[in-house]
């Protein structure tokens, strides 16, 4: 393809196996380039593609080492306006600091909406993500951002375990929006679990909001990270007579104690998207399964590059 109706692939380090299926979905190639890092620790970056005129999706999970992750898709993205690339899409399949998106207590920083600056300065014509932590985090950008859902993936694979006398779980008040819709689309039941938060990464379970008795529970969250909340919430589930829980999570951080929350915990089995890559103890888990969101990317990249609509990929069959 040339002049405007060329579209290229890149991906950072973060998360190459991602990327390579989502350009397989598309019948494509990742675009060549060197990205490695000086022996200083400085970053470098350059494309063997031309990419003049071309419409350029970066593929980059902001995990890990976030701030590595996140300067690499910087410089890409100004290699790539230097470049004279007609526009550049960040592809980005975990957005780091999204948590940390208001002042919730004074002389703190909103790093959700620095990072959003950054990504316009480098020169990112677009933002392709998917569960935001928050969805206001769209109105800090002056860029059109589309934020995907992996909601779609979870109840496709749900519906064909076929599970009776569904109740859906919030693990806080936060996510009520997500669990309902997620509910709805599975006919089941909707609880919630009452917390309060008390630093960083420290939750207080308080107690349940609905009926659980004799149900097979599924907690719903964007972002598992130390496992602390899910841990005490799949307990109480099972100290209220819930039969089985899972669990259904966009983004599998696990930091921490996570892995060995997860194997305590009563957990039938927790389902996990590939916008983060899991370390080989957590593949090894067999309490921990993962959905690919590879085809969902593939098919929002499409629409973008050839300017249709991208709400179709919202619809739940």
Known sequence: MTGSNKFLIFSGTANEKLARAIADHL??????????????????FQSHENVR???????????ADSNFHIMQLLLMADAFKRASARRITAVITYYAYARQDRKDRPRVAISARLLADLLQTAGFSRVLTIDLHAAQIQGFFSIPVDNLMALPVFISHFKKMNLKNLVIVSPDAGGVERARLFARKLNADLAIADKKRTAPNVAELMHIIGDVQDKNAIIVDDIIDTAGTLSATIRALKQRGARKVYAACTHGIFSGQALERIQAAPLDKI????TIPLSRPLQQCRKIEVLSVSRLFAAAIESIHRETSVSKLFLIK
């Open 27 to 44: 019948r494509g190639k990742l675009g060549k380039s060197v990205l490695d890092v000086f022996s200083d620790g400085e970053i470098r």
């Open 271 to 274: 389902f996990v998207t590939d």
């Open 53 to 63: 005129g071309a419409d350029v999706f970066i593929v980059q999970s902001l995990c």
